[in-house]
């Protein structure tokens, strides 16, 4: 038999979810706006590559079709977490915050069907996801990182606005032939990519990728560094790290920042 302090409690839990769900049917069912861009004026992007940086802070790169641009949003581990494990496959044992949410959407009859990177203002992206809910498409306010999540939760496409992506990306480094016999995957250190990661005046290249199993990983080089020397050589960009590898030298020496530190490493190349 249920107590009068059981039959309190399930009431006030019943109060409690009746509250929760007409707060989140009243946000769906708020006006509908204009999208921030026409179609035309937004392009199409996918995760390129999550970087993780200092103090446990880290970087999604999200990248056009080409993969020849990529555009940095700087994220919080928790969202960092959240993209890792949906591009893994990986389902946690109890619903986190983003499966709720994607459960509370779907329970809601709302269906997301994109999300938009709008604009940046004083170093903060802004983003919409947008949601079609009984015949109208309403757009909510999100923060970037989250609206990624929840764009790979509910695989639909990731856009940003063009004029925001053109001013924002940067060249993607080459993958190919020996860098990428080497297991190296290189990105040219831009000014915006180097204010992202709090590397002040240094110059050099950025180790974006290293190839499990690969040579580059065998002798030490690791995701994030920046390669400043090679071969007692100013790296200006990735054409001087091709140059001394076109030599065909079986090593050489490179002078890498990592973690405020300077170190060197001896790069094996033979047979690359």
Same mark, same amino acid.
């Given at each position: 038999?249920?107590?009068?302090?059981?039959?309190?409690?399930?009431?006030?839990?019943?109060?409690?979810?009746?509250?929760?769900?007409?707060?989140?049917?009243?946000?769906?069912?708020?006006?509908?706006?204009?999208?921030?861009? *026409?179609?035309?004026?937004?392009?199409?992007? *996918?995760?390129?590559?999550?970087?993780?940086?200092?103090?446990?802070?880290?970087?999604?790169?999200?990248?056009?079709?080409?993969?020849?641009?990529? %555009?940095?949003?700087?994220?919080?581990?928790?969202?960092?977490?959240?993209?890792?494990?949906?591009?893994?496959? &990986?389902?946690? %044992?109890?619903?986190?915050?983003?499966?709720?949410?994607?459960?509370?959407?779907?329970?809601?009859?709302?269906?997301?069907?994109?999300?938009? &990177?709008?604009?940046?203002?004083?170093?903060?992206?802004?983003? *919409?996801?947008?949601?079609?809910?009984?015949?109208?498409?309403?757009?909510? @306010?999100?923060?970037?990182?989250?609206?990624?999540?929840?764009?790979? *939760? %509910?695989?639909?496409? #990731?856009?940003?606005?063009?004029?925001?992506?053109?001013?924002?990306?940067?060249?993607?480094?080459?993958?190919?032939?020996?860098?990428? /016999?080497?297991?190296?995957?290189?990105?040219?250190?831009?000014?915006?990519?180097?204010?992202? %990661?709090?590397?002040?005046?240094?110059?050099?290249?950025?180790?974006?990728?290293?190839?499990?199993?690969?040579?580059?990983?065998? +002798?030490?080089?690791?995701? /994030? @560094?920046?390669?400043?020397?090679?071969?007692?050589?100013?790296?200006?960009? #990735? +054409?001087?790290?091709?140059?001394?590898?076109?030599?065909?030298?079986?090593?050489?020496?490179?002078?890498?920042?990592?973690?405020?530190?300077? #170190?060197?490493?001896?790069?094996?190349?033979?047979? #690359?």
């Amino acid at each position: 038999m249920l107590t009068k302090k059981t039959t309190d409690i399930s009431i006030a839990a019943a109060l409690c979810l009746a509250i929760l769900i007409g707060a989140f049917a009243t946000a769906f069912s708020a006006e509908t706006r204009q999208l921030p861009a *026409k179609g035309e004026d937004l392009i199409r992007v *996918k995760v390129y590559n999550l970087l993780e940086m200092a103090n446990e802070s880290h970087v999604v790169l999200l990248s056009d079709s080409d993969e020849k641009m990529v %555009f940095p949003i700087w994220i919080s581990p928790f969202e960092a977490n959240a993209i890792y494990m949906e591009l893994g496959g &990986i389902k946690p %044992f109890r619903p986190q915050t983003h499966e709720l949410l994607k459960r509370i959407i779907e329970q809601l009859e709302g269906d997301l069907r994109h999300i938009v &990177i709008t604009h940046e203002h004083e170093n903060v992206y802004y983003s *919409k996801l947008i949601i079609a809910r009984e015949g109208a498409m309403i757009e909510m @306010d999100a923060r970037p990182s989250d609206s990624i999540v929840l764009a790979l *939760k %509910f695989n639909v496409p #990731i856009l940003v606005a063009k004029d925001l992506f053109a001013a924002k990306s940067i060249p993607v480094g080459d993958e190919n032939g020996s860098l990428q /016999k080497y297991g190296l995957t290189l990105q040219e250190l831009s000014p915006v990519l180097a204010q992202y %990661f709090s590397l002040g005046a240094i110059t050099g290249v950025l180790v974006s990728d290293v190839r499990m199993g690969s040579q580059a990983e065998k +002798d030490g080089l690791k995701t /994030k @560094d920046v390669i400043v020397e090679i071969d007692k050589v100013p790296v200006k960009g #990735i +054409d001087t790290i091709q140059n001394v590898l076109a030599k065909g030298a079986a090593e050489t020496t490179v002078k890498i920042y990592r973690d405020n530190n300077y #170190i060197f490493l001896t790069l094996h190349l033979k047979g #690359i």
